[in-house]
Structure formats: C-alpha cells, structure tokens
Nanobody
C-alpha cells in the first residue's frame, strides 16, 4: 500500500503562485507514475498533470499548460506541482494519485487508472 500526503494549498490572489507537494511512501517511488487531479465544487474531478516514472516526462491538461509544472524528486519521494499565474477557475481541491504499473499512455487522464490517492489540499484563487 502507498500513502500519499499533499501539502501546500492555500488562498492566493489571481496571478500569484503556489507550489503543491505530494510525499509518497514506498521504497520504489522512482517507479511510480504520479499525477494530480482537481475537483471544484459541483464539478467532476479532472486531470491536471502526470509525470512518468524514471524518465520524468510530464503531460498536462490544456487548461494548465504553460502555467503549471510538475516535477519529481525521487530522493525525497516527492512530486511538486508548481502553479503560476493562477486564475479563479483553478480553485479546487487538488489530489495526488499514483499508478504502480506501466505508464498508462492511453489512460493517464482517467482517475480510474490510479491505484492510490491522497486526501487532497484546497487551493482557492480570489479575483
């Protein structure tokens, strides 16, 4: 079992930045595909970004491309979501997720792909 703990959420104004962290348990963190999803009130959960194991290649939702950057530090068992130029529409609970298998090239944006989830961290962007 893998435990995920998110941190770094908060209240910011539009245009500001936040960095979310997700710390994972487990001895083979470098082999995990890690992703972020978010869910706004009254909306369905949506994919934000994913980073592949080992190679570290990342992919983003169109809504955050160019503003968010996902990175990983395998020595610290942690992934980071740097969020710049935040907009009110980025307001949501952000969840970290892990896929323990091979990179889901055709399904990385689907929540059902992932094996474990964190508890979420609230991000609120005021206008």
């Amino acid at each position: 079992q893998v435990q995920l703990v998110e941190s770094g959420g908060g209240l910011v104004q539009a245009g500001e930045s936040l960095r979310l962290s997700c710390a994972a348990s487990g001895r083979t963190f470098s082999s995990y595909t890690m992703a972020w999803f978010r869910q706004a009130p009254g909306k369905e959960r949506e994919f934000v970004a994913v980073i592949r194991r080992n190679s570290g290649s990342s992919y983003y939702a169109d809504s955050v491309k160019g503003r968010f950057t996902l990175s990983r530090d395998n020595a610290k068992n942690t992934v980071y979501l740097q969020m710049n130029s935040l907009k009110p529409e980025d307001t949501a609970v952000y969840y970290c997720a892990v896929d323990l298998g091979d990179f889901p090239a055709r399904a990385y944006a689907q929540g059902s792909t992932y094996d474990y989830w964190g508890q979420g961290t609230q991000v609120t962007v005021s206008s």
